[in-house]
């Protein structure tokens, strides 16, 4: 009996070798092993579950013989029997529907499930996941039995590891191709949208996953805002705040998380929403520059995904390049956006300076114009690009003002403003110019530019000629003044009494002296009038025979 | 025969104008000093004020303001060596008949000085 049941374990040890050897897929291997089990082995139902390290629970690999509801209980087994298998030691039970110790006994019940064995599956010593064998009959498994289902779990988990290492390397490769595309993708603009709509498109495909948003730390406020979402519904991403969502928070602290089912893990709080959307799994990694977080990536699934250590790194490494990308499309942004500024702020200077009415311009210290408004080149009547690096003094040709008092000179050997007045001969005749030179010194204090400001000033210097002959006509007309009253006050004292001396006189002789001296005074009192009158002032009638003098008015007599 | 008062800074002057205004019959005080004339005014009967623009201390326009404040019906001949608007216009606003320009010939003095005293009794017809 014993040869027997050894040639029939052996027959079933070949086919299971056999039907492993055939595929490579980790899961195909699963899926085959809990189809072909209960057949080989006379049982009812077969589930290999695979540990997930995350959260150190096992998730569901494979199902054969069971409803969904009882796979869907909370727990596997008792927390005895789960410490038992966790310590790598295989558990028969028999009568499982009536162990009250089960919190979901009832579902046992209800699927009729009456003997179970559950073995470890290990792998170099570790537990990687349980194979449980269930029956609908009373079965007691016999210690061979035990012992040859050992031996199968064992091989199962060497088929697994080297499925999943085989899924890994093939996975590690296409992941190598995709971060090569979506690194050559994303660094090939500097658009921030377009780098955030490539990750967003092409992460979720590379992974065989449905969705992903970016979230990005707004640095004001140093709050998340959604940058970039595909393949999501707009109310799913409306459903409210997420940065108190512990994935979240986990993720910002730096670390990734990977989450197999949405709906039972304290980790994610829109259950309802995920639900509602089909999310069944999802991978959140932070957005990293120079390890510091910027934001988060999430990739959400719509199939149950334990998220393997290479779909991690993949996601983590897309995340550095994405992170990397959207910090130079930023700053690339912040440049845009100050090259504007300076635009607009050398667009507001060059008004200004176009908008003053002096000539302006600037050379260097080697005497090259490097800057000139308009009023100077309609002067120069020369375009901008005619004059632009021309030597300073070539600009004035006969014109120049000599070297000895040209204030760019003098501003470049003494580092003081410096101020000349010359006149220049144009088509309208002799113009006079004010020249102000100023130094534009560098941080070190040396002058790095000269800024010339010229100054048509003819009109100035002409009033100021004007007002220095007025003055001087004034002085004149104020002594001629002078002179006519101190001298008409005597003169007629002197022409009166001589007048009365004339009348008391008997002698010819002495009268027609006499008179000769009163010639003579009035000649002197018409020369005193025509001082006042060559001086502006002109007598006129005034009031009957009274004269006064008009045009100009002067206080006092 | 009138009462004449003559304020001239040039001493001179004024004795001319009293002889020349004396031969004519007329009463002539002499002043050099504004206070000594204006208090004269103020103390005795003057008929014709003849004054220089130009005095010592006030202006002979002042004198002519003060002298005619006191004695409203009193005749005045402004006497300047250089005439301006100003005075002019001040001097026969204020009630001056006549605005002579030095040095004024003796007969131009006699002639003004009895056109002026005959139109004592006339309102002035001079208006500024």
């Keep these: 009996m014993e040869q027997i049941n050894e040639l029939k374990f052996l027959k079933v040890f070949q086919k299971v070798t056999k039907l492993i050897s055939m595929v490579l897929d980790h899961q195909q291997v699963m899926d085959t092993i809990v189809r072909e089990l209960p057949g080989l082995l006379d049982i009812d139902a077969a589930t290999i579950r695979l540990l997930d390290p995350s959260t150190n629970t096992f998730v569901m690999g494979a199902a054969h013989g069971l409803s969904m509801e009882y796979l869907s209980r909370t727990n596997i087994d008792t927390a005895e029997t789960m410490a038992l298998i966790n310590s790598g030691y295989p558990v028969a039970k028999t009568d499982v529907d009536q162990d009250t110790n089960f919190s979901d006994q009832a579902l046992v019940s209800q699927e009729g499930i009456k003997s179970v064995l559950t073995l470890p599956i290990l792998f170099q010593d570790s537990v990687i996941g349980i194979l449980r064998l269930l029956t609908r009959h009373n079965r007691t498994f016999t210690s061979e039995e035990i012992s040859f289902s050992m031996a199968l779990a064992e091989q199962v988990g060497i088929a697994i590891s080297t499925g999943r290492m085989f899924t890994e390397m093939g996975n590690q490769i296409d992941f190598m191709k995709e971060v090569q595309e979506i690194s050559t993708l994303v660094n090939s603009t500097l658009d921030l949208n377009s780098v955030l709509n490539i990750i967003v498109e092409r992460l979720p495909r590379s992974m065989g996953c449905q969705a992903c948003t970016i979230r990005l730390l707004r640095p004001e406020t140093n709050h998340l805002e959604l940058a970039a979402s595909h393949g999501i519904s707009e109310e799913y991403l409306q459903r409210g705040e997420v940065e108190r969502e512990k994935n979240i928070t986990l993720a910002l602290s730096g670390e990734p998380v990977s989450i197999y089912d949405v709906s039972r893990d304290e980790r994610v709080m829109y259950k309802d929403n995920m639900k509602k959307e089909g999310i069944k799994s999802l991978l959140a990694v932070p957005l990293k520059v120079k390890g510091e977080v910027i934001g988060i990536i999430r990739i959400l699934s719509d199939s149950h995904h334990c998220f393997t250590s290479s779909e991690i790194n993949f996601a983590v490494t897309i995340a550095e390049i994405g992170g990397t990308a959207i910090q130079n499309a930023r700053t690339y942004q912040k440049i845009t956006l100050l090259f504007n500024q300076v635009e607009e702020s050398e667009r507001f200077v060059a008004n200004i300076l176009n908008c003053i009415r002096p000539q302006l311009l600037v050379v260097d210290k080697d005497l090259h114009l490097v800057l000139a408004n308009r009023v100077f080149l309609a002067a ?144 002197i009192g018409e020369l005193t009038r025509k001082m006042t009158t060559m001086t502006g002032f002109e007598s006129r009638d005034y009031v009957g025979e009274t004269k006064i003098v008009a045009f100009t008015s002067n206080k006092e007599s | 025969m009138a009462e004449i008062l003559a304020l001239d800074d040039v001493q001179d002057a004024t004795v001319l104008i009293g002889k020349i205004l004396t031969k004519k019959g007329h009463n002539v005080h002499s002043f050099t000093e504004e206070d000594e004339a204006i208090a004269y005014a103020k103390a005795n009967k003057v008929d014709l004020a003849i004054l220089d623009i130009k005095l010592k201390k006030m202006s002979g326009i002042e004198v002519l303001e003060l002298l005619k404040a006191s004695t409203p019906e009193m005749r005045a001949i402004m006497l300047t060596g250089y005439p301006t608007v100003e005075t002019a216009r001040e001097a026969i606003s204020l009630g001056a008949d006549e605005y002579c320009v030095k040095p004024i010939d003796r007969n131009e003095l006699e002639e003004k000085v009895e056109k002026v005293l005959k139109g004592k009794d006339k309102k002035s017809s001079i208006n500024v």
């Design chain 1, 380 to 523: 120069m009547d020369k375009e901008e690009n005619e004059l632009l690096g021309a030597d300073y003094h070539s600009l004035w040709q006969d014109q120049a003002c000599p070297a000895k008092t040209c204030p760019v000179e003098q501003v470049l050997a003494t580092g003081q403003t410096a101020s000349h007045e010359h006149q220049l001969i144009k088509n309208d005749g002799p113009h006079w110019v004010e020249r102000t030179a100023s130094p534009m010194l560098n941080d070190g204090g040396e002058i790095e530019y000269v800024i010339e400001v010229i100054r048509d000033i003819t009109a100035k210097r002409q009033l100021e000629q004007e007002h220095l002959e007025r003055v001087k006509l004034q002085g004149v007309v104020e002594l001629a003044g002078t002179v006519a009253h101190e001298i008409n006050s005597p003169l007629f004292a002197a022409l009166g009494t001589a007048q009365l001396l004339e009348e008391e006189m008997e002698s010819d002789e002495l009268k027609k002296d006499v008179q000769t001296i009163i010639r003579n005074l009035k000649t």
